[in-house]
Structures are given as C-alpha cells and as structure tokens.
C-alpha cells in the first residue's frame, strides 16, 4: 500500500498570498496518477486536479498542481475567501486507493 | 447532470448490520468503477472499498475486509456496501464515489453511519 504523507499540517495565510501544499509517496506513484481534492466543512469533497498536474473541469487556474515519483506539490497563486478548506491528495493504483492525511489552509 | 445519492446510514449497535446505498443517475453506470470512500468525525478521508464497472472484483481496506460487502446492480444503477460486525471506529460519513481513470471526479453528500450502544 502507497502512503501518501501531506505537509504541512496547517497553513496559516492572508487571502492574496500564494499557498505550497506538499504530498510525499512511500513509493512511486503509477503512471502519475495522483490527485487533489478540496474539502469544506459540511461538504463533499471536490476534485481539484488530476493526474498530477491537469485541472478538473470548473476549476480556476490559480489552482495548479506539479511533481512526479514520490514527490507532489498543489499550489493556489493568490488565496481566494472561499480557497480556505482542507486539502487532500489522493493515489489509486488500480486495486485500492489511499488519501493522504489532509492540509488545512486557514485564515492568519 | 452526474448524481450520486447515498441513503440507509443509521446508528448501529456494536456488532451489528447496516446496507449503505448509492443510487446513481446521469452517466453511464455501467462504464464505471465505483468507490467508498468513509470520514469519521473531524478526521481525514479514508478509502474504504472499489468495484470494477461489471462488478467483477471488488477491493477493501484491511479493516473492512470480511466484514463489507460492495455490489452493484447495473440494471438499477445502484451501488451498494453492506457492513456487518460493525465497530465504534466505523462511525464515519460515507461517501460514494464515481472512479474515473483512477481519481473520484463525482461525489455523493455522504450518508452518516454511527456504531454505539
């Protein structure tokens, strides 16, 4: 099974700043299939980006997303009001699938 | 329009039953993986269960292994999870999921689940 571990924690910032959300692999993740979700309190969670670096249909262009192997980054260019939520990385290997432990971005 | 609808979350005894439903509507069902995917209360998302577009094979986390079931019925476009001996650390909201090339691109509002006596 893939670990997938989130850093940081918590991410405290201003609306306007550039947040930098890390996800590490145990091992290499299949043909770059990672993604990212957003996720609101009350709510579901939102497909972000997929296949490591391609946004999901809706989603603006502040939002984007880098890496390959083991190492993965989604970055949002200037936080909006409604950017701050937890973020999640997620790997599926074709079999099972696992998320990492969650990024929350907060208001500083 | 994509939606998934999950219904049948309940509060269970320790060691009991429940059968979780997704009714699915606006895609093709048939053509798709779909997934469980559970959060307990303020934690993170955590994969629970997969079955293939046929409902071939089915995958599970370690924990839930013999003690979940997923099926589909493609005819009803419905997927189901059916969960036996269930325990306090099941408690969680459950989502459904549509598996699209390896990521969930469609979501159920979740249906809540909570094992106590």
């Known amino acids: 099974e893939i670990v997938l571990t989130q850093s940081p924690g918590t991410l405290s910032l201003s609306p306007g700043e550039r947040a930098t959300l890390s996800c590490r692999a145990s091992q290499s993740v299949n043909s770059n299939y990672l993604a990212w979700y957003q996720q609101k309190p009350g709510q579901a969670p939102r497909l972000l980006i997929y296949d490591a670096s391609s946004r999901a249909t809706g989603i603006p262009d502040r939002f984007s997303g880098s890496g390959s192997g083991t190492d993965f980054t989604l970055t949002i260019s200037r936080l909006e009001p409604e950017d701050f939520a937890v973020y999640y990385c997620q790997q599926d290997g074709g079999s099972t699938g696992t998320f990492g432990q969650g990024t929350k971005v907060e208001i500083k | 329009e994509v939606q998934l609808v999950e219904s049948g979350g309940d509060l269970v005894q320790p060691g009991g039953s429940l059968r979780l439903s997704c009714a699915a509507s606006?895609?093709?069902?048939?053509?798709?993986?779909m997934t469980w995917v559970r959060q307990a209360p303020g934690k993170g998302l955590e994969w629970v269960a997969n079955?293939?577009?046929?409902?071939?094979?089915?995958y599970y986390v370690d924990s839930v292994k013999g003690r979940f079931t997923i099926s589909r019925d493609n005819a009803k476009n419905s997927l189901s999870l059916q969960m036996s001996s269930l325990r306090a650390d099941d408690t969680a909201v459950y989502y459904c999921?549509?598996?699209?090339?390896?990521?969930?691109?469609?979501w159920g509002q979740g249906t809540p689940v909570t094992v106590s006596s």
């Open positions: 079955i293939h577009h046929d409902g071939s094979v089915g």
């Open positions: 999921a549509r598996h699209n090339v390896y990521k969930y691109d469609y």
């Open positions: 606006g895609f093709t069902f048939n053509a798709y993986s």
